[in-house]
């Protein structure tokens, strides 16, 4: 089933082309080449993600604040994030997104994948972006509200894992539910030295390898 997609909008200028334009440019000039994920950024209404004091940042390659401590991530960590998760396949059966957070990174998975199966330990998170996502005309997705860290076994096996807050460690629950040649995209480490990493699952077991240095919001455990 794939996505139908109802935009609405705040404000005229947010939906121009050039200024969702000048942002997909500045994602190529940074070394975003899918241009699949590409088009995708310049479709997706990131003004509806964000509060409407902010709607005018919403095109901006920067974070901004979603309350509750946490954040919509820049639209390059976005692209380059489903540009790993993707590695070139033109859609995927299941992807798990860990920390739903505003649905952004949600409904850009959405456009490439069958099912997306999204976990958020902040109940009012989890409920703004299954309400959001409904209005906006996503139909291939599920909301859990849950402890992310150990995945969400009962749909797993997944193609790809992409978790929205680094974890000191890799989750090893994470890695066991990706499928053979599925690939997990999560930020690992401390405060100040995170990285982006992507774990590959083969037949004979698991690569890793580093994708960028990144600022994320901790990972973590329990539901709040």
Do not use: C
Request: hydrophobic share 40%; glycine share 10%; charged share 20%.
């Amino acid at each position: 089933m794939t996505a139908t997609r109802h935009h609405h909008s705040r404000g005229l200028g947010l939906t121009s082309s050039s200024v969702r334009g000048r942002l997909v440019d500045e994602l190529r000039a940074q070394g975003i080449v899918d241009e699949r994920v590409l088009a995708t950024i310049g479709r997706i209404a990131r003004h509806e993600f964000v509060e409407e004091a902010l709607s005018s940042e919403a095109y901006k390659n920067r974070s901004l604040p979603i309350g509750h401590a946490q954040t919509i991530s820049q639209p390059y960590i976005v692209a380059l994030m489903t540009q790993a998760a993707l590695a070139g396949a033109t859609r995927l059966s299941k992807i798990l997104e860990v920390g739903t957070g505003s649905g952004y990174q949600t409904a850009v998975l959405a456009e490439h994948a069958e099912t997306v199966f999204t976990v958020e330990r902040l109940r009012p998170l989890t409920e703004a972006a299954r309400t959001r996502l409904q209005r906006l005309g996503y139909r291939n997705v599920h909301f859990g509200y849950a402890d992310g860290m150990n995945g969400w076994t009962p749909y797993a096996p997944y193609d790809a894992i992409v978790v929205t807050a680094a974890a000191q460690t890799i989750p090893p629950g994470l890695s066991d539910q990706l499928a053979i040649g599925g690939r997990l995209v999560i930020p690992v480490g401390p405060n100040g030295a995170q990285q982006l990493k992507l774990i590959e699952r083969s037949a004979t077991g698991l690569r890793e390898s580093v994708l960028a240095s990144v600022v994320f919001v901790p990972l973590l455990a329990g539901r709040a």
